[in-house]
DNA sequence: AACACTATCAACCGCGAGTTG
DNA sequence: CCAACTCGCGGTTGATAGTGT
């Protein structure tokens, strides 16, 4: 038996919208209020609509001070580093854009710039692949550490073993467990740590297994250090907002441990297109180790771009390339705080 | 000019979570 | 405690505009 629609299918208009209609709907509610029931809006105003499709038009739509299309540079990069750490949770990204709805973010990250960051990488990951043949050719020549010289890196790194290829590539899930495990080393790398078996118990020590870095950076991407606080709250939502000092989130001030099986939950929902990118092609982990200059012993010391090509955002090159790494993983850390503090924060009934 | 292909984005759908009686 | 209901979210679809051949 399947789920009661939440409306007579029959009797309701589908498709796009008419300007009759937006202004019906605009009026109504810019004079009454939703009413707070958006099924029960659409018979008030005399509409044959869907009180859900209402609700999308007007969130989406009519709203007043929406930005329509024309993401600035700065949206890019806030969309991206945001994606990077929490994932698709488009109505939290959105709400760190003013005017900005998440359906709009989702569109423009899915049909843009999801299309810019592959693009670049497949682009790179061929100039990294010629330097990795050169460079293991040295390494089996003399077995002594490499530094990459255009990394501008000084820790030792040397260059992984032969790749061996995956065989049962994704969507097959016989791996997955696989990847999982290697998309988990790389976050350890990248700034929490998991233990072996985390996902054996995740209701019981999984918040024990995840330690949230203990410092953050006190130097953050500019446009995180200009805001005063954070909301982490969709303006479109019903909760109301919890502005959170950013100053607190860059400090222990919060006991975060009972947030952090939500933040490591966060973390198992890793965007995607990392999962297909590391089982479609194997070599991408060591790109993303690459990438975010991983490879080596602690992580942290790389500082520069490795491609050679042009590192400004308009090709996403320092956002794949983050022009100073430990500026990145303090922003990162800084999200996953913010998703724990968010997530505590409904626990602690702050909603 | 006609057709095929691609990109874009508004809108829909189904689900989980929260609320209410 | 439970069922019914509503809301909000994220994934997906489909119409249309744009571009290439």
């Given at each position: 038996?399947?789920?009661?629609?939440?409306?007579?299918k029959?009797?309701?208009?589908?498709g796009p919208?008419?300007?009759?209609?937006?202004?019906?709907?605009?009026?109504?509610?810019?004079?009454?209020?939703?009413?707070g029931?958006?099924?029960?809006?659409?018979?008030?105003?005399?509409?044959k609509?869907?009180?859900?499709?209402?609700?999308?038009?007007?969130?989406?739509?009519?709203?007043?001070?929406?930005?329509?299309?024309?993401?600035?540079?700065?949206e890019?990069?806030?969309?991206?580093?945001?994606y990077?750490?929490?994932?698709?949770?488009?109505?939290?990204?959105a709400?760190?854009?003013?005017?900005?709805?998440?359906?709009?973010?989702?569109?423009?990250?899915?049909?843009?710039?999801?299309?810019?960051?592959?693009?670049?990488?497949?682009?790179?990951?061929q100039?990294?692949?010629?330097?990795?043949?050169?460079?293991d050719?040295?390494k089996?020549?003399n077995?002594?550490p490499?530094?990459?010289?255009?990394?501008?890196?000084?820790?030792?790194?040397?260059?992984?073993?032969?790749?061996?290829?995956?065989?049962?590539?994704?969507?097959?899930?016989?791996n997955?467990h696989?990847?999982?495990a290697?998309l988990?080393?790389?976050?350890?790398?990248?700034?929490?740590?998991?233990?072996?078996?985390?996902?054996?118990?995740?209701?019981?020590?999984?918040?024990?297994n995840l330690?949230?870095?203990?410092?953050?950076?006190?130097?953050?991407y500019?446009?995180f250090?200009?805001?005063?606080?954070?909301?982490?709250f969709?303006?479109?939502s019903s909760?109301?907002?919890?502005?959170?000092?950013?100053?607190?989130?860059?400090?222990?001030?919060?006991?975060?441990?009972?947030?952090?099986?939500?933040?490591?939950?966060?973390?198992?929902?890793?965007?995607?297109?990392?999962?297909?990118?590391?089982?479609?092609?194997?070599?991408?982990?060591?790109?993303?180790?690459?990438?975010?200059?991983?490879?080596m012993?602690?992580?942290?010391?790389?500082?520069?771009?490795?491609?050679?090509?042009?590192?400004?955002w308009?090709?996403?090159?320092?956002?794949i390339?983050?022009?100073?790494?430990?500026?990145?993983?303090?922003l990162?850390?800084?999200?996953i705080?913010?998703?724990?503090?968010f997530?505590?924060?409904?626990?602690?009934?702050?909603?």
């Amino acid at each position: 038996m399947g789920r009661a629609p939440c409306c007579d299918k029959a009797n309701v208009k589908k498709g796009p919208w008419s300007p009759e209609e937006d202004a019906k709907l605009k009026e109504y509610i810019e004079q009454h209020g939703t009413g707070g029931n958006w099924i029960a809006l659409p018979q008030k105003i005399g509409l044959k609509r869907c009180g859900k499709s209402c609700r999308l038009r007007w969130l989406n739509y009519l709203r007043p001070n929406l930005k329509h299309g024309g993401f600035s540079e700065e949206e890019d990069h806030m969309i991206c580093s945001l994606y990077m750490s929490i994932g698709s949770r488009w109505s939290i990204i959105a709400a760190q854009l003013p005017g900005r709805t998440d359906n709009d973010i989702k569109n423009y990250w899915n049909t843009k710039l999801k299309k810019k960051l592959l693009g670049k990488q497949r682009k790179e990951h061929q100039a990294r692949r010629a330097s990795y043949l050169k460079q293991d050719s040295m390494k089996k020549s003399n077995s002594i550490p490499l530094v990459i010289a255009d990394h501008g890196m000084q820790t030792p790194y040397w260059p992984p073993e032969p790749l061996m290829p995956i065989s049962t590539p994704y969507p097959n899930q016989g791996n997955r467990h696989n990847d999982h495990a290697s998309l988990r080393k790389l976050l350890i790398k990248l700034g929490g740590k998991f233990s072996d078996d985390y996902q054996q118990e995740p209701n019981n020590d999984a918040k024990n297994n995840l330690q949230l870095p203990i410092e953050c950076s006190s130097t953050t991407y500019q446009q995180f250090n200009d805001q005063k606080s954070i909301n982490l709250f969709s303006s479109s939502s019903s909760m109301s907002s919890l502005d959170i000092p950013y100053s607190k989130l860059l400090t222990n001030e919060y006991n975060i441990e009972g947030a952090s099986m939500h933040v490591l939950q966060g973390l198992n929902g890793f965007p995607v297109e990392f999962d297909e990118m590391i089982c479609s092609n194997p070599e991408s982990l060591d790109e993303l180790e690459c990438h975010y200059g991983v490879g080596m012993d602690n992580g942290v010391s790389s500082s520069g771009p490795i491609s050679t090509e042009s590192t400004t955002w308009d090709d996403m090159g320092s956002f794949i390339n983050p022009p100073n790494i430990t500026n990145y993983e303090a922003l990162q850390q800084e999200v996953i705080q913010e998703c724990a503090l968010f997530d505590q924060s409904r626990y602690l009934g702050f909603q």
